[in-house]
């Protein structure tokens, strides 16, 4: 994780802009002591988020939220320095409360470029008929009152030539307004702790749009390349069983109950002393979970010796996102529970708040 931030601090220092942490990424608070050695932020998807950033960052959060609602509305307010919008009619609801705020608070836009490399439609935020952010023709001519900065996210897990094509998009699109704002947020997806990133062309990136608006301050909030290949998911194998001629591996774990974002993705992770697919020659499994969801499993991977119960399999690099998916993605609370009858009417039973979300690590 040293490594993760020395290499994010090195990218922040040598341009000039801001790398703040995103919590929908990674929202291990243990660490974050180590992460406040290098970074002075983190950004929100909403009152959880922007909560646990005040409390264990120690520092107000950049809260973006697709839907701000009432009853949250003073917690972001209590816990953020930036707010931005994802319409222009959340914008006209809220902005005279942040205005009488005592303390001052920079409000943002969520903008639409129009454009992502992303091929995973479940990830794409530009996608046609995206909810994400207001596109130019919704704009219109004229920049909202109050309003000092945009923000855009078309990334995930994507390079700085990628970053390099929406800059130009973005800029076709809203460069009009820029000489107007404080500042640009320009998202996540920035994977800039992997072996094969060109950060050296990602400075150059970022240095030239600087050297274009030197009137706009530029934050980065990347969430997977705080935590890139940091920690491991430890399963262990059951049972074998075969169907077919297909071997699968049963687990202690499960990918639609601890891993869902391999099955959403999709993508396969690594297994520790394992070949990523079925090799002639070799011992080939799926690896399968012990849910009765007919589609929990994946495969196929290869292993020099057979596998028998009670063998460890390990997942490399699924502390970022796999952790978060199984708690509160986004610190978006579960559903209250209760029960109605004509009798009594409704009694509730539980309900979610923010000590569920941020749990117990004593």
Known sequence: MRKNLEKIRSVSQEVGV????????FSLWKVFPILREYITGAT??????ARLAFAEMNSLAHTYSPAFTDADFQTVLD?????TFNSLTQLDHFI???KACKRAITVGLRVNPEF??????????CAPGARLGITADQLGDK?????????????????????????AAFELHFGKFLDQLKWVNFGGGHLMTRKDYDANHLVRVLKSFKSRWPNLSVILEPGSAFAWETGFLLASVVDVVEN?????AILNVSFTAHMPDCLEMPYQPKIRGAYQEAIEGKFAYRMGGNSCLAGDYMGYWSFDQPLKPGDPILFEDMIH?????TTMFNGVAHPSIGIWNEINGFTLLREFGYEDYKGRMD
């Open 18 to 25: 801001e790398i703040i942490l995103a919590f929908k990424g």
């Open 44 to 49: 929100a998807s909403g009152a959880h988020e």
């Open 79 to 83: 816990c953020s320095s930036h707010i």
């Open 96 to 98: 005279d409360r942040v």
């Open 116 to 125: 992502s490399e992303v091929v995973t439609e479940l990830y794409n935020p």
């Open 143 to 167: 920049l909202p009152a109050g309003v000092e900065g945009f923000h855009f996210h078309t990334l995930c897990e994507s390079t700085s030539y990628d970053l390099e094509k929406t800059l």
């Open 244 to 248: 077919k001629g297909i071997k699968t």
């Open 321 to 325: 996102y796999t952790i978060v998916k």
